[in-house]
């Protein structure tokens, strides 16, 4: 019997909603300005860069109805978890496509 396959790319595609990719997209531009590069702790007060970061990570975990073990959000490092890399691609997927159509 034929089935019919869904990617999980595809599946994701279809919830990112206006929110969420504004929220992807201010935790590129903070990744590509933080001198820290993300590394410090989430704990760590004194690095602005790294909360505004983690804020915005939790609003996007919540706006994407991700559940506590589909953790991170996304993850743009290789050999990270699949299913992470796979959110990141989906999300930069649809970050891209939606800076094509504003132009
Ligand atoms: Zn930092």
Redo the contacts with the bound molecule.
Sequence with gaps: MPTTRRTVKRYLRRRISRHALDLFDSMMKLEQS?S?E???STT?PD?V??KQYWDHHDKLHDELRLTSWQWPAFSSFENDKPDAMERFKALKAASDADKRAAK
């Design positions: 933080a820290c993300l590394a410090c760590n690095c860069a790294c």
